[in-house]
Every structure is written in C-alpha cells, then in structure tokens.
C-alpha cells in the first residue's frame, strides 16, 4: 500500500476531551458534549482528516457495562454530534481491566496508553499513523497516540494532572480544550509543505 494512499487521522479519547467526565459512563443520558466538541469534529473533517474515537472501557471488563449498553451511549453521542451537522468515522475501544494504576504502563496492546486501537484503525481504514494525531486529557492518551507514532496533543479540559503536563513536556501540546488542539491541528496541516 502506498504511502500516499493513506489518509491522515484526528485519534479522539472520549470521556474529558469530547463529553463530560461521567466516571464508569453507563447511561445513554449521561452524555454531555463538551462545548466547541461538534465543531472541533466540522473543523477536522473538513480540513481531509478521518475522525475516530479511542476509549478505554474497562468498565466491561468489570461486569458494571455491557457492550449493549455502550453502543447505545454511544449511539447517543453520535446523535448530540449529527444535531450539529459532526460525525465520528469510527469508535474502537478497550475492555480490559489495568492491574496497575499506572497510566503511563502498557499492559495490554489494545488498553490505551498501548496502541492497539490505533493501529487497529489504521489497518481497518488505510489511516497514515505518521500523519495522524491522538487527542485526549489523560497521559494515556497522549502515550497511546506517541506509542503509534501519532502526534499527540493533551487537553486540559477532563482530568489532566500537573505531573502529566510535566512529564508530557516537549513531547506532545498541551491545550485548554478540544477548539485549541483542532485549530492547532488545522494550522499544522497548512504549515505542512
């Protein structure tokens, strides 16, 4: 496949970064867009870039969400985004249960900060990783996109820590929220030759 086939990608978490934190998310009524969220999504798109979401589940793991429940959360968010004219290309995520409370340790491939969603996306929709950015408020998130060979970006609007922005410096953008890392996106892709 040839490099230049590959399209680029904007790598979304969910929980802080496109709707409000709600810890162990299991009811559909519970989603909340984070403001500039749907808009952010237009901008992207619009701009050539595919948008997928990357979240880590590990409440399937632990017997307190099933899978049916999570498409219906985020059949949800897809409407709150479609009432804006925003759409999500994909949505891939992790049921896995960490043994440790370490964000930044890989314990399994596909539970972010591991890879394994991207790089799955990647393969599914002829995604250029290299041209690729993972956005989300937890350094898991930025390790995820970092560890596929993404550019990452950390918002600070879900439940980023002083100690992730420190560790994080000079490796991945830290912005306010998700209209920053968009427009920061954006202005990239045009300074790009």
């Known amino acids: 496949m040839s490099h230049s086939s590959l399209k680029p990608a904007v790598f979304f978490d969910r929980d802080g970064t496109l709707i409000e934190h709600v810890s162990y998310l299991s009811d559909p009524a519970l989603v909340r867009l984070l403001p500039g969220a749907a808009e952010a999504l237009i901008r992207l798109r619009s701009a050539g870039f595919v948008v997928v979401l990357v979240t880590n589940q590990s409440a399937i793991g632990r017997g307190m969400l099933t899978e049916d429940r999570l498409e219906k959360i985020h059949i949800e968010l897809r409407r709150q985004l479609a009432s804006y004219g925003a759409e999500i290309d994909a949505i891939y995520y992790s049921p896995?249960?960490?043994?440790?409370?370490?964000?930044?340790?890989?314990?399994?491939?596909?539970?972010?900060?591991?890879?394994?969603?991207?790089?799955?996306?990647?393969?599914?929709?002829?995604?250029?990783?290299?041209?690729?950015?993972?956005?989300?408020?937890?350094?898991?998130?930025?390790?995820?996109?970092?560890?596929?060979?993404?550019?990452?970006?950390?918002?600070?609007?879900?439940?980023?820590?002083?100690?992730?922005?420190?560790?994080?410096?000079?490796?991945?953008?830290?912005?306010?929220?998700?209209?920053?890392?968009?427009?920061?996106?954006?202005?990239?892709?045009?300074?790009?030759?």
């Open 96 to 193: 896995v249960v960490p043994i440790r409370d370490d964000r930044t340790l890989v314990e399994h491939p596909d539970r972010k900060p591991g890879p394994g969603m991207l790089i799955r996306a990647a393969n599914d929709l002829r995604l250029d990783l290299t041209a690729s950015w993972m956005v989300g408020d937890l350094i898991s998130d930025v390790l995820a996109g970092l560890n596929a060979g993404c550019r990452s970006i950390l918002v600070e609007s879900g439940q980023s820590s002083s100690a992730d922005i420190e560790a994080l410096a000079g490796r991945a953008l830290i912005l306010p929220d998700i209209a920053a890392a968009a427009a920061a996106i954006v202005a990239h892709q045009g300074a790009t030759p």
